[in-house]
């Protein structure tokens, strides 16, 4: 299944069968993100640890929180951020350029929906 959010392309991989990631839920994901080119510019893997943050909130860039709305645990999708939804006209390290399109491989882990 492909869907588009406001330029975000989302698409799923494995459709999860858990908890729905919602706005304001805390999530844990793994992700590998690459730029356009095919460079992997960073990993959760590579840190040994899923990460978290919570959906809706400005700690992620703002395609992360589209791109994960709806995903279910268990669920893996590539998300293709466009730059004005991720860094922009920013320089974030060495490999991230402005301007820079954005594709991220992630999986949810688990959600915890706020209360």
């Known amino acids: 299944m492909t ?3 406001p330029e975000v392309k989302i698409t799923d991989t494995v459709i999860g ?3 729905t990631a919602s706005k304001g839920a805390l999530v844990f994901c793994h992700y590998e993100g690459f730029l356009e080119d ?6 959760s893997y ?3 640890r899923p990460f ?8 992620v860039i703002a395609g992360w929180s589209l791109g994960f709305l709806g995903m279910k ?3 893996k999708r590539t998300i293709y951020v466009p730059a004005h939804l991720a860094y922009g006209e920013r320089q974030i390290g060495k490999f991230i350029k402005p ?3 954005l594709i991220f491989h992630v999986e949810l882990i688990e959600a915890r ?3």
Do not use: A, C, W
């Open 52 to 59: 978290e943050f919570v959906v809706g909130s400005k700690k």
């Open 3 to 5: 869907s588009e959010l």
């Open 17 to 19: 069968t858990g908890q």
């Open 73 to 75: 645990e268990g669920g």
């Open 38 to 43: 095919g460079t992997k510019f960073d990993s």
């Open 113 to 115: 929906p706020r209360e």
């Open 46 to 48: 590579d840190h040994g």
């Open 99 to 101: 301007h820079s399109n």
